[in-house]
């Protein structure tokens, strides 16, 4: 790997800048670990120009939400061939849509919280009261809110009575100009990444268990050390875990996906298990679930992106 130097790419203007930054700087310096030459660039203006000025043989996308998790980025680099790790511009537009990957998942006879999805504009030219009432009496409560397309739990709320809704709604629509508001399911946090090995066969890593002391795994309690605590492996049974772990690689290859996800789930009080959302650029900041997942496993943070870097530079010369 020594021969290899990588562009991380990091920042942009997503509401997620700072977290994307942080995980910038902990995959460079996991690359480095592992022998790899490593330059950490913003996803600013400059970008594109340095790009072609400066061609990487191949980039990690540190950047979360927006460009970095849309397929813009992607859509840029596969316009200049330069590989990349991660899934390719449809892929990652399938995945960003969190009720598009719901319905995928469903049709596909996986388990996903029943939910529904409002545009501002429902509200707007209906009257926010009735679409509220209506939307209670369809899930019930509590309920999860959250944006339509977005990470990092920005703008998630769980509404426990009608009277929080109008407020969290406001919340929620502050990041989207939709809102999906999902059936709340009671029961164990799990988020299971997926790392595609040489071969490009995706496997489960083990399920990380996420006990927030607050009581919800929102934006503060997911990158700020010490309000989180996790569990890898999840304190679940076999059977489960296996479940779990059959959930994650079956949205990565139904999304599409490529080289690395992460598949956020809760286990019900009765042992189901459903699927909540999956990001193509999970955070890799030191709180982030798939560094510990890959400790869990036994496996090197650097070395296994060090492979994944393979794999892309591989994958581009067979074009």
């Known amino acids: 790997m020594s021969d290899r130097w990588v562009a991380v790419l990091a920042g942009g203007l997503s ?18 670990s592992a022998g ?9 203006a400059g970008l ?39 899934a390719d511009p449809a892929a990652c537009r399938r995945a960003w849509d ?12 996986l388990q996903t919280p029943d939910w529904v999805v409002l545009p501002q504009s429902a509200f707007r030219e209906l009257g926010a009261q009735p679409v509220l009432e209506s939307m209670v009496a369809r899930l019930g409560l509590p309920l999860m809110l959250k944006p339509d397309q977005g990470g990092s739990a920005l703008g998630a709320q769980v509404v426990r009575s009608a009277a ?47 006990v927030p002391e607050s009581g919800v795994y929102d934006y503060t309690a997911r990158y700020t ?22 959930l994650a690689v079956s949205a990565h290859r139904l999304l599409g996906l490529r080289d690395v996800s992460r598949t956020d789930a809760v286990v019900s009080r009765t042992g189901e298990v459903h699927f909540i959302e999956v990001s193509v650029s999970p955070g890799l900041t030191e709180t982030s679930l798939v560094p510990i997942a890959i400790e869990a496993d036994g496996g090197s943070f650097g070395e296994i992106y060090a492979g994944l870097v393979d794999r892309a530079i591989a994958r581009s010369q067979k074009r």
């Open 36 to 44: 790899v030459t490593v330059e950490e660039w913003d996803a600013d």
């Open 15 to 32: 509401h997620e800048r700072d977290v994307s930054l942080r995980s910038g700087r902990r995959v460079s310096a996991a690359l480095r």
């Open 164 to 210: 929080e809704l109008p407020t969290a709604m406001v919340g929620s629509l502050a990041y989207s100009d939709a809102v999906l508001a999902e059936e709340y399911i009671d029961g164990v946090e799990v988020a299971v990444p997926v790392i595609e090995d040489a071969d490009g066969t995706p496997r489960a890593l083990p399920a990380v268990e996420i």
């Open 98 to 109: 969190k009720p598009s990957a719901k319905a995928d998942l469903r049709r596909a006879g």
């Open 225 to 246: 050390a010490g309000l989180t605590t996790f569990h890898t492996p999840a304190r679940i049974d076999d059977t489960t875990a296996a479940k779990v772990a059959h």
């Open 48 to 86: 594109l120009p340095r790009l072609r000025d400066h061609r990487p043989d191949a980039v990690v996308i540190a950047m979360h939400g927006g460009e970095g998790e849309n397929g813009s980025i992607q859509t840029i680099l596969d316009l200049l061939d330069i590989p990349y790790v991660g």
